[in-house]
């Protein structure tokens, strides 16, 4: 059975703008574009890679984390070269989105103490992918429960650095 946002509560920062959008799109009566349902199945080798990184991560397979954070910014420049100039505001905030998290991928990657940060980027991913798959009326994709409790165990600091020193101001 396909589960769309229209019927189960998206959370985490974007919820409420992705509820709207999806609502939106689902009244006009549009059919689902290839290129759209695409774009999902691309989401889900970003979450995958991701996931990987942070396994890797963890397991201190730095090589293996490396290469995953490499497929992942590939995935998400397949992304942004789906990206139509027309698009207006939507193109301009999935192209600063798909970027956000290219920079924000290659910045953790290697970087000591950074599996709380995959697991954010994770998070951000796959809240993305969902948004995608409510539109197109595909599966949403839950989070693992190893991550969702690894990721509750580790809030984001505010004022500090990945490392758990007070930032330099």
Not at 57 to 74: G, H, I, S
Not at 89 to 101: D, Q
Not at 108 to 116: D, R
Not at 152 to 163: E, H, I, K, L, Q
Request: contains cysteine; aromatic residues 6%; glycine residues 10%.
């Amino acid at each position: 059975m396909h589960q769309t946002m229209t019927n189960k509560r998206i959370s985490g920062a974007y919820g409420a703008m992705a509820q709207r959008g999806v609502g939106a799109y689902q009244s006009s009566g549009g059919g689902v574009p290839p290129h759209m349902i695409q774009a999902v199945r691309m989401l889900d080798g970003l979450v995958e890679q991701i996931g990987r990184a942070h396994t890797c991560d963890v397991q201190k397979q730095y090589e293996a984390e490396y290469r995953a954070v490499e497929l992942a910014t590939l995935i998400l420049s397949g992304l942004l070269s789906m990206i139509d100039s027309r698009q207006g505001t939507v193109g301009a905030n999935l192209e600063k989105t798909y970027r956000s998290l290219m920079k924000a991928l290659v910045g953790v990657c290697a970087m000591p103490g950074s599996q709380g940060q995959y697991l954010r980027l994770y998070d951000a991913a796959l809240e993305l992918r969902n948004a995608w798959a409510s539109i197109c009326n595909l599966p949403m994709m839950p989070m693992p429960e190893a991550f969702a409790a690894e990721l509750a165990s580790n809030p984001p600091v505010s004022g500090r650095d990945r490392r758990g020193a007070a930032a330099a101001e």
